[in-house]
């Protein structure tokens, strides 16, 4: 998939189109393939200003972009230094302490003594050039991937091109002749569907969405939307609709086979994870009952110059507030700088669980994220309890835009259906006043229902026939309705229980 930043669609007529390279740009998906491989030995800010050059002649930047996203990201870059870089700076701010350098003479003198204490023939050059060569931009390009041909590089473009303009979609339907395939694939990614006959033709059409889309309008699926779009071009004949929210103005997306080829096509895999940590994480949170949704790897966050794929985002049942979760668990200096790196250049307020052991849980705090430490495993408790604050200020916030007093339709709705038609949750919902129903347990109930339950209740029914009656009225706390009329249940061994009158 490509950022959607680098987007292209176009909006004529109410419609959200993607704007698909041609053959005729294969030309150009070759000069940005010549442009990688005629780089090959040279470090990646190298790279990029020949790229730079190469958007300014096109006539779409994006377009150059986007194909040259598709390479980098396959390609492979190496730290190349005559000294490690980390031993390198280390040894060269000793010596530069010890020097007091101010002077660039001094500097050459402190580079000298810094490199008498490597072995072999270090120079003061070699370990000046060695000290940040493990930056990105000096990172050296070592390979380019051998599958990328001109026409293979722009049909990826187009497949993930069509997977970004799903992004922002609410609802996605599918036409194929045969969706089996299709169907198992959005059971694993955890999407809701339902199958619906074409009138005017053979085969199916898939309507997908998520579970929250039950209650409002979503984007929070257009990942998994993507996700299933690469299945569902294997086939040979299929169309597809989405629904799209572009900031706010519904637009229409429509994507037909013969679009674009899917190069190299796999089928949608189970998740997979980085780590054990990530792993029994997941496996710990997801048996909990809770307001939050775990989404494994759910969105690429621009991060300066560079992307980052948190390994997870909660979120919440009640609304679209969703909260990125990053596990820091590798030791080496190299992969903590570049998460520090990272969490400073995303706009993105992040929950960071980080091993105690980095000692750099106060730098991550300071760049406005919250901290949760770890030692071995990453303890949920923790995390739920974190989340809890949160959502605690949700809870708040939806409660202040209720009114303060609410008449549903129904004559009879429970606590959690009502909070749930709202996009709220029971907590939000409790300190509502409903001057036209009574709560009886959980359920709201109309005085003249409880009238008409009580008229057909009498003491000696069966229990199960005086439950049959509540649930006749829409009333499935039994339990509490009987109470609230002024009923018990008598039991009988094991044989059922009996409607008695209070004592």
Known sequence: MLTKDLLRVSRAGGGYQPQFAAEGDEA???????????????????????????????????????????????????????????????????????????????????????????????????????????????????????????????????????????FDATEMRVRSSDPRGLVSAVKRLGLLYEVIPVEDGEGREVVLTGPDALFQRSRRYGTRFARVLRTVAKGDDWEVEATIDDRGRERLLELSAGDFDVPDADPVTEVEYDSGVEREFAARFQSLDLDWELVREPDVLAAGDRLMVPDFAFDYAFGDERVYFEIMGFWTPEY?????????????????????????????????????????????????DALRDLEADLVAESAADLPDELAPDADAVTLADLAASRGVSEDAIEDVAFPEHELVGRTLVRPDVLDDVAAELEAGMSKDDAEAVAESYGIDDASALFSRLGYRVEWEGLSGGTLREKD
């Open 336 to 384: 903590v700088e570049k998460k520090l790196s990272q969490l400073d250049a995303t706009d993105e307020t992040l929950l960071v669980a980080v091993d105690a052991s980095l000692g750099v849980g106060e730098d991550v705090q300071s760049r406005d994220h919250r901290v949760v430490e770890y030692t071995g495993s990453v303890r949920v408790k923790d995390v739920v």
């Open 28 to 166: 150009l998906a070759a000069r940005v393939l010549g442009t990688f491989q005629g780089h090959v030995g040279e470090e990646r800010a190298d790279l990029r200003e020949s790229l730079t050059e190469l958007e300014r002649e096109a006539e779409d930047f994006k377009l150059v972009r986007g194909l040259a996203h598709l390479v980098e990201r396959d390609a492979t870059f190496e730290v190349q230094s005559a000294v490690d870089p980390r031993s390198a700076r280390r040894a060269a701010f000793a010596a530069a302490e010890d020097v007091g350098v101010v002077h660039a003479d001094e500097r050459e003198e402190a580079l000298a003594a810094a490199a008498e204490g490597f072995p072999g023939d270090v120079t003061p050059d070699d370990l000046a050039a060695s000290l940040y060569a493990d930056r990105e931009t000096r990172e050296v390009l070592t390979e380019v991937a051998s599958r990328w041909t001109p026409a293979s590089l722009v049909a990826q473009y187009n497949l993930s091109l069509a997977q970004t303009a799903l």
